[in-house]
């Protein structure tokens, strides 16, 4: 298994590195000069709704740059397009029109560079979560030695020992999005998807997995680009906040977050004035876009 997987977690995989600092301040923000992992360019969509063939632009000139290893939110209304948003970077579905690049290359499609974490749980009910972790594995033919060592260890980071046999309907909500976390990252892509994975549990198990990936994106150092409606969520996980207006969504701002992982414990945050103003802020910023678009 390459250490990359696991680079920066100590007695993981050796000496963590120091968190790249950007022209904001925060860790893995773009600067001035630096290629963007993710760069969307005059992005927009346009679709049909099928009730009433009506046509419906959900997206329309978003520009927006993802620094690699960069972990950033968004947020916006609801029916704003972050969803749109997430399937087009994901190659499921195809903009109308603008340029959506990963490392410089047309997303056409799927890929191998891109995993994406869905809001249901999306883990294989007939698989045990050994096989469900090694699954992306087994399709990239990965020999089993190998496998098995890297499945081990996500085992080990997602906090799952002792439950590698067990089935999906023998674990709970969090556990299976643990599993499907671990799945994703197990393939080793280059950019991590979320679309709203913590949704479906309850706010204690929502915690505990919202501290879970604030860890893994430090041991990992993968671009991440997480969506959810969940203004608090966004701040104590993003190193930057992309706010976005109603539909069509535009990037309406961008909100860097300055506090280092470390600190980015509930216990610290709910009582800390720093992160408190910079929820107010963003939280102020998509109450200003309400009022506009069904869900989607």
């Not at 001035?32 to 009433?52: D, R």
């Not at 972990?71 to 997430?86: A, E, N």
């Not at 709203?196 to 604030?214: G, H, K, M, Y």
């Amino acid at each position: 298994m390459s250490e990359r997987h696991l680079e920066g977690r100590p007695g993981l995989a050796g000496t963590p590195r120091a968190p790249k600092r950007g022209a904001w301040g925060a860790p893995g923000a773009p600067h001035v000069g630096q290629s963007a992992k993710i760069a969307l360019a005059g992005l927009g969509h346009e679709y049909v709704n099928p009730f009433t063939r009506e046509r419906v632009l959900a997206l329309d000139g978003l520009e927006l740059d993802v620094a690699e290893g960069e972990f950033l939110t968004v947020v916006g209304p609801s029916g704003c397009g972050k969803t749109t948003l997430l399937s087009i970077l994901a190659g499921l579905t195809t903009a109308t029109r603008g340029a959506v690049l990963v490392d410089g290359r047309p997303v056409t499609g799927p890929g191998r560079d891109r995993g994406v974490v869905f809001q249901e749980f999306a883990i294989l009910p007939w698989r045990t979560v050994e096989r469900n972790i090694a699954h992306g594995l087994e399709i990239q033919r990965v020999p089993r030695a190998e496998r098995a060592a890297i499945v081990r260890r996500f085992v080990d980071l997602i906090g799952l020992r002792g439950f590698e046999k067990k089935y999906p309907h023998e674990l709970s909500g969090g556990m299976r999005q643990r599993v499907a976390v671990a799945r994703t990252l197990a393939a080793n892509p280059e950019v991590m998807l979320m679309d709203e994975p913590f949704a479906s549990v309850d706010a204690q198990t929502r915690i505990t997995l919202q501290e879970e990936l604030n860890a893994i994106a430090q041991a990992t150092r993968k671009t991440i680009l997480f969506v959810t409606h969940n203004v608090e969520e966004a701040v104590f996980l993003g190193d930057r906040c992309c706010v976005l207006s109603r539909r069509p969504g535009r990037v309406k701002a961008l909100v860097r977050i300055d506090i280092p992982r470390a600190r980015r414990t509930w216990k610290l945050f709910t009582s800390d004035p720093e992160f408190g103003a910079l929820k107010d802020r963003v939280l102020r910023l998509v109450r200003e876009e309400v009022g506009g678009g069904d869900e989607r």
